[in-house]
Nanobody, 126 residues
Framework: QLQLVESGGGLVQSGGSLRLSCLAS????????ITWFRHAPGQEREGVSC????????NYADSVKGRFTISMDNAENTVYLRMNGLKPEDTARYYC???????????????????WGKGTLVTVSS
């Protein structure tokens, strides 16, 4: 069964850190680009970061540049999103999604994703 499972969300104070994990099963990441999205209530879904299948190409939304770091562990078939300097406006449900391509697009394309996880909730208190 092909699936993505996110973990690592929680409640953290402003300025704190979290590391989200996205575990892929049923397929390997060496032919897949992974994108982290987030969705806050009343707001549009936002593409946060993308990593190419090789791990050599990384994209970040302007809102998280310099604070978030995406990485990949092929041995663990897992993509991570390290989030530092968290702000209340980072509060959202975070989803990872897989696209059957080697490369990240230069634009956000939720409809392009082939698989989605169910998300993990991140809450940042002020």
């Amino acid at each position: 069964q092909l699936q993505l499972v996110e973990s690592g969300g929680g409640l953290v104070q402003s300025g704190g850190s979290l590391r989200l994990s996205c575990l892929a099963s049923g397929f390997t990441l060496d032919n897949t680009a992974i994108t982290w999205f987030r969705h806050a209530p009343g707001q549009e879904r936002e593409g946060v970061s993308c990593i190419s299948s090789s791990g050599g190409s990384l994209n970040y939304a302007d809102s998280v540049k310099g604070r978030f770091t995406i990485s990949m562990d092929n041995a663990e078939n897992t993509v991570y999103l390290r989030m530092n300097g968290l702000k209340p406006e980072d509060t959202a449900r975070y989803y990872c999604a897989a696209e059957s391509t080697h490369y990240c697009k230069s634009y956000v394309c939720p409809a392009c994703m082939n698989y989605w996880g169910k998300g993990t909730l991140v809450t940042v208190s002020s």
